[in-house]
Protein backbone atom coordinates (compact mmCIF):
# COMPACT_ATOMS: atom_id res chain seq x y z
CA UNK A 1 0.00 0.00 0.00
CA UNK A 2 0.99 3.83 -0.36
CA UNK A 3 -0.87 6.78 -0.03
CA UNK A 4 -0.25 10.49 -0.51
CA UNK A 5 -0.81 12.40 2.10
CA UNK A 6 -1.46 16.77 1.50
CA UNK A 7 -3.10 19.11 4.00
CA UNK A 8 -5.51 20.06 1.31
CA UNK A 9 -7.58 16.82 2.06
CA UNK A 10 -8.96 16.97 -1.56
CA UNK A 11 -5.56 15.26 -2.36
CA UNK A 12 -5.65 12.58 -0.69
CA UNK A 13 -5.18 9.17 -2.28
CA UNK A 14 -3.86 5.59 -1.82
CA UNK A 15 -3.14 2.55 -4.10
CA UNK A 16 -2.97 -1.06 -2.74
CA UNK A 17 -1.72 -3.74 -5.15
CA UNK A 18 -2.36 -7.42 -3.84
CA UNK A 19 -0.84 -10.84 -4.67
CA UNK A 20 0.91 -14.04 -4.25
CA UNK A 21 4.73 -13.63 -2.71
CA UNK A 22 7.62 -16.15 -2.62
CA UNK A 23 11.14 -15.96 -1.48
CA UNK A 24 13.40 -15.68 -4.63
CA UNK A 25 15.36 -18.56 -4.30
CA UNK A 26 17.44 -18.15 -7.22
CA UNK A 27 20.63 -16.42 -7.32
CA UNK A 28 20.69 -14.34 -10.71
CA UNK A 29 17.06 -13.49 -10.12
CA UNK A 30 17.55 -12.37 -6.46
CA UNK A 31 21.22 -10.21 -7.59
CA UNK A 32 19.13 -8.67 -10.72
CA UNK A 33 16.42 -7.37 -8.16
CA UNK A 34 19.16 -6.24 -5.61
CA UNK A 35 21.24 -4.43 -8.30
CA UNK A 36 17.39 -2.53 -9.47
CA UNK A 37 17.18 -1.57 -5.84
CA UNK A 38 20.63 0.36 -5.76
CA UNK A 39 20.13 1.84 -9.36
CA UNK A 40 17.10 3.72 -7.40
CA UNK A 41 19.02 3.69 -4.05
CA UNK A 42 22.29 4.72 -4.45
CA UNK A 43 22.80 4.55 -0.51
CA UNK A 44 22.57 0.50 -1.02
CA UNK A 45 25.67 0.38 -3.26
CA UNK A 46 28.10 1.00 0.12
CA UNK A 47 25.89 -1.01 2.09
CA UNK A 48 23.56 -3.60 0.57
CA UNK A 49 20.45 -4.91 2.50
CA UNK A 50 20.94 -8.44 3.91
CA UNK A 51 18.26 -11.30 4.17
CA UNK A 52 15.76 -12.78 1.57
CA UNK A 53 14.09 -11.18 -1.75
CA UNK A 54 10.56 -11.66 -1.58
CA UNK A 55 8.74 -11.44 -5.21
CA UNK A 56 5.20 -10.41 -5.60
CA UNK A 57 2.92 -11.91 -8.47
CA UNK A 58 0.50 -8.74 -8.27
CA UNK A 59 -3.33 -9.92 -8.75
CA UNK A 60 -5.16 -7.19 -8.11
CA UNK A 61 -5.02 -3.45 -7.77
CA UNK A 62 -7.27 -1.09 -6.17
CA UNK A 63 -7.38 2.73 -4.76
CA UNK A 64 -9.07 5.69 -4.13
CA UNK A 65 -8.83 9.31 -4.04
CA UNK A 66 -10.48 12.23 -2.79
CA UNK A 67 -11.29 14.05 -5.54
CA UNK A 68 -11.24 13.35 -9.47
CA UNK A 69 -8.04 14.30 -10.92
CA UNK A 70 -8.11 17.99 -13.10
CA UNK A 71 -7.51 17.76 -16.47
CA UNK A 72 -3.62 18.92 -18.00
Do not use: F, H
Not at 10 to 20: H, I, K, N, S, Y
Not at 57 to 62: A, F, G, L, R, S
Amino acid sequence: MVDGYDEAWDRLWWVRAAGTSRTVEDANESAGALAALTTKYPQYVASPPDGPVVAIEVTEITGWQAAPIATR
